[in-house]
């Protein structure tokens, strides 16, 4: 099942299918459409993605519900199904981290590259280790890998199917951060907190290419707005305060 958590402004959604270490099946698609509907209509200011447990973020695709599309056009539906919902992930309004409670495998890396920001637990793994299936990653995942590691690492990690540990991973920039086992949890939550606050939906459209003038105009809009005006006069209270003493 995929479960949905509104936490004042964040959105954290579990892919918890515990007997198949959180792979995805076509309910699963389903299911992952629905939560992401809900979470843009409850207007999150950040999103969490994360597998149910401390083993697996998601492991790929689900074989045993999987193997029963065995026509060219059922494999492209599928692939066009959840590449979809990854566009969707990778769309989101606000920022989206894929927090990773566990290993990241095959599609399940997939899943995690669509997402804004990666952090990891220390002792996961990641990998687009298709290739062991003689397939290739399906859902847009090689096209975001090139983006994040350039090119030729790219093809050399997809197309030998190399599994990184999180350190590895940290180093070449397809995780963007690596945290200990024991805070984890408590690690990703105050990320997404501090990630759900008015700004940053502007900035990450800012940070994917908004041109100068999108840009000056989120400033502003952001600068009129109620809760830019609270916070400063916070600050400027503050600062009075201090001169009065």
């Known amino acids: 099942m995929v479960e949905l958590e509104l936490d004042d402004g964040l959105a954290v959604v579990t892919i918890d299918r515990p007997h198949a270490r959180n792979a ?3 309910e699963t698609m389903d299911q992952l459409e629905k939560v992401l509907d809900e979470a843009e209509q409850a ?14 973020f998601v492991s790929g695709g689900d074989l045993k519900e999987l193997a029963e599309l065995r026509t060219h056009e059922q ?11 990854c566009d969707r ?7 989206v981290v894929a927090a990773l409670n566990g290993h990241a495998l095959g599609g399940g890396a997939e899943v995690a ?14 990998g687009f280790n298709q290739v062991s299936l003689a397939i290739m990653p399906a859902w847009g995942g090689a096209e975001r890998l090139a983006s994040l590691i350039g ?32 805070t984890f949890d408590e690690g990703w939550r105050t990320l997404g907190r501090a990630l759900a606050n008015p700004s940053s939906a502007s900035i990450k459209h800012v940070v994917n290419g908004a041109s100068p003038e ?11 707005a109620d809760a830019h005006w609270e916070a400063a006069g916070k600050v400027l209270s503050r600062g009075k305060q201090a001169r009065g003493k």
């Open 24 to 26: 995805i099946a076509p």
């Open 214 to 224: 999108e840009a000056v105009d989120a400033f502003a809009r952001l600068w009129i």
């Open 113 to 126: 590259v669509a997402a804004d920001i990666r952090i990891a637990a220390d002792d996961i793994k990641i």
């Open 151 to 182: 090119r030729g690492r790219a093809l050399m990690l997809a197309g030998t199917g190399d599994i990184l540990r999180a350190e590895e991973a940290e180093r070449i920039g397809l995780v963007d951060k690596v945290i200990p086992r024991e």
């Open 89 to 95: 992930i990778a769309g989101f309004p606000a920022p």
């Open 43 to 56: 207007q999150a200011r950040a999103l969490v993605i994360r597998g149910g447990g401390d083993r697996a």
């Open 75 to 85: 494999a492209a539906d599928m692939a066009r199904q959840m590449r979809a919902v």
